[in-house]
């Protein structure tokens, strides 16, 4: 999990990501929304495909991103847990009680 936190903590790799939840795209069609150098892009989505946050497919000359929700899925739902989020228990009368070990 260290691997898509590594991933996540990149504001163009976030950007990546938020870019192909909308519909696959081609390495050149992500390029073309950052100002950086080709193989800077190459480098994160490397980082991105390492974390299994996005796959790649060859589709002639072209390579096309999409992105793996359930990994980030996963990855949210671990988070939270360490945090204790959603944790929550219902009380009698029907509120949010946070469980303790008391």
């Known amino acids: ?8 903590a990149d504001p163009t790799r976030r950007r990546v990501l938020e870019l192909l939840r909308k519909k696959p795209m081609t390495a050149g069609e992500l ?3 950052f100002d950086v150098s080709k193989p800077t892009m190459s480098a994160h989505f490397n980082v991105l495909r390492e974390a299994n946050l996005i796959g790649a497919e060859k589709d002639g000359k ?4 999409h992105i793996n929700l359930s990994v980030l899925e996963d990855a949210w739902m671990g988070f939270a847990s360490a945090l204790g989020i959603g944790t929550e228990k219902k009380g009698p009368s029907g509120s949010a009680k946070r469980s303790s070990s008391t």
Not at 62 to 65: A, D, G, H, I, N
């Open 1 to 8: 999990m260290s691997g898509v936190f590594k991933a996540l």
């Open 31 to 33: 390029a073309d929304h």
């Open 62 to 65: 072209s390579v096309v991103y």
